[in-house]
């Protein structure tokens, strides 16, 4: 069984900083992908930023040069640095695990997996 468990939101002021984390658990062999996604009230989700396994990222223009990803393959963890943050990201943060390859080495599957979300709000 295949868990993804999101830490690290909160309250912050504008301008301020938070780290979010996100960690993959079970009996995993690999992970072809990990990134983090938003979604604001009334809004679709949207893509923030996501790293392969060859450490290739990607981030949306709206989060460039503020925040930062980054990953512990060791831990199958990914982090989230977000600094410099503005009202307009205040979002449930959800943390996706893309191309999880788990099971036995005889019976495994290939699936992609998402957190519960941790509330990130920015205000004054």
């Known amino acids: 069984q295949v868990q993804v468990v999101e830490s690290g939101g909160g309250l912050v002021q504008p301008g301020g900083s938070l780290r979010l984390s996100c960690t993959v658990s079970?009996?995993?062999?690999?992970?072809?992908?990990m990134g983090w996604y938003r979604q604001a009230p009334g809004k679709q989700r949207e893509l923030v930023a996501t790293?392969?396994?060859?450490?290739?990222?990607n981030y949306a223009d709206s989060v460039k040069g503020r925040f930062s990803i980054s990953k512990d393959n060791a831990k199958n963890t990914v982090y989230l640095q977000m600094n410099s943050l503005k009202p307009e990201d205040t979002a449930v943060y959800y943390c996706?695990?893309?191309?999880?390859?788990?099971?036995?080495?005889?019976?495994?599957?290939?699936?992609?997996?998402w957190g519960q979300g941790t509330q990130v709000t920015v205000s004054s």
């Open positions: 079970g009996s995993i062999f690999d992970i072809a992908a």
């Open positions: 996706l695990a893309d191309g999880v390859v788990a099971g036995t080495p005889s019976h495994s599957s290939v699936a992609d997996y």
């Open positions: 790293i392969t396994r060859g450490g290739r990222i």
